[in-house]
């Protein structure tokens, strides 16, 4: 039997790889982005409690109704928005679903979408299974900002997404007030969708906000945001996140969506229902994390490895062209191998490979594992 794939160019995913080979060389992780502490016990026990209460059968398609109820409070307070938890949000399994979802709901063959890169893996494929056509625009390098410009000269009467990222995974940048501005002139009476990946919301830095689509009505009636529970809650595996857009756009969305997965654990949505009356969970990530964030970099400072700017995420890149000429791939799996700490090489987010000579560094870990980490690539 042959398959015509529908993504010849395909290989394993640069985390799955990086990961495999951090197991095989007992190296330290900081290559995939998951914490390595333990997550909330509250949030374990409900879990269990809705389990033992009986919650173990199928939950609405679109997701629990109290959770998008509680979900859609959250974020009109976060963001100043109307979201209506009935109509406007769908539970997912994780933010990359959401993604995926999305890009069914619209794309057709070809279809053309605006993507950024570095950007994170799944977007291209997504965009590729369904017949369309990621059209690629780099951020410069090294400040990870969105050349407008080139977005502009990009636009053809085939364009029918931009997917944006802030926090931006891999690189930690953030979009600001004139990146809305500019996003909001191009997209201005064009029939163009916007794909906002917002899963690390809550990981922003230095008092900076994060400027979520919903805040911007004229934007938020074309988009489709996508969240993650998994990075907020420190559990990336539970793989639960929700797409937050209008009614008509939610409405197609759940077309797709509804025979994917049908619906999510229920257990869990329960489970969440319940946590997000805790807000503190939420609003003290920032905080959690930058310290986290400023204690690596300060660790770092020790070794020949040169900071770039981040504010957003728990991503980290260095440069490393002062040390050595080699790949970002090839030093990514000698240091992985020989001083025991696997990374993520940038070249990975690059459509053509780009090499910039960055690994990308997670820093959401325990910190003796960031220090005894840093200890050896110092050595
Ligand atoms: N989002 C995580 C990262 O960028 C991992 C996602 C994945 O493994 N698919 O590292």
Redesign the pocket.
């Known amino acids: 039997m042959i398959i015509h794939s529908k993504l010849p160019k395909v290989g394993t ?1 640069i ?2 790889t990086m990961s495999q080979l951090a197991v095989e060389h007992k190296a330290i992780n900081l290559g ?3 914490p390595d502490y333990m997550m909330s016990e509250d949030l374990i026990n409900l879990v269990n409690n809705a389990m033992r209460s009986g919650y173990n059968q199928y939950p609405h398609t679109n997701g629990l109704p109290l959770l998008r109820q509680r979900l859609a409070e959250k974020v009109n307070k976060l963001y100043a928005c109307n979201v209506n938890g009935e109509t406007d949000i769908t539970i997912t399994v994780g933010g ?1 679903y959401a993604i995926y979802t999305a890009f069914t709901t619209i794309l057709e063959p070809g279809d053309e979408v605006i993507v950024f890169e570095p950007a ?1 893996d799944s977007y291209l494929p997504n965009i590729e299974v369904n017949g369309a056509i990621p059209v690629t625009i780099e951020l410069q390098y090294p400040s990870f900002s969105i050349p407008w410009d080139e977005v502009r000269a990009k636009i053809s009467p085939k364009t029918k997404a931009i997917i944006i990222n802030s926090p931006q ?2 690189s930690g940048a953030i979009t600001n007030e004139e990146d809305i501005n500019e996003l909001r002139k191009i997209v201005e009476g064009t029939n163009i969708f916007i794909i906002s990946d917002e899963v690390y919301e809550h990981l922003v830095y230095d008092g900076k906000p994060h400027l979520s689509i919903l805040r911007y009505p004229d934007l938020a009636e074309r988009s489709f945001a996508c969240f993650s529970f998994g990075k907020t809650y420190h559990c990336t595996g539970w793989k639960m996140g929700y797409c937050i857009a209008p009614a008509p756009l939610t409405a197609e969305f759940r077309r797709v969506h509804q025979f994917n997965c049908f619906c999510c654990s229920a257990p869990v949505q329960v489970a969440l229902a319940e946590y997000l009356l805790n807000e503190q969970a939420y609003l003290g990530l920032n905080n959690f994390f930058q310290q986290k964030r400023d204690y690596f970099q300060g660790l770092m400072a020790q070794t020949a490895f040169k900071v770039l700017p981040s504010y957003g995420s728990y991503f980290q890149c260095y440069s490393f062209d002062n040390i050595t000429n080699e790949s970002d791939k090839d030093f990514a799996i000698r240091l992985t191998k020989e001083k025991g700490v696997a990374a ?1 090489p940038l070249s990975s987010f690059y459509r053509n490979g780009t090499d910039n000579k960055v690994l990308r560094f ?1 820093f959401g870990k325990k910190e003796e594992t960031l220090k005894a980490a840093v200890e050896r690539l110092t050595k």
């Open positions: 995913t985390f799955t995939q982005g998951f990359t994170f995974n891999p993520i997670c």
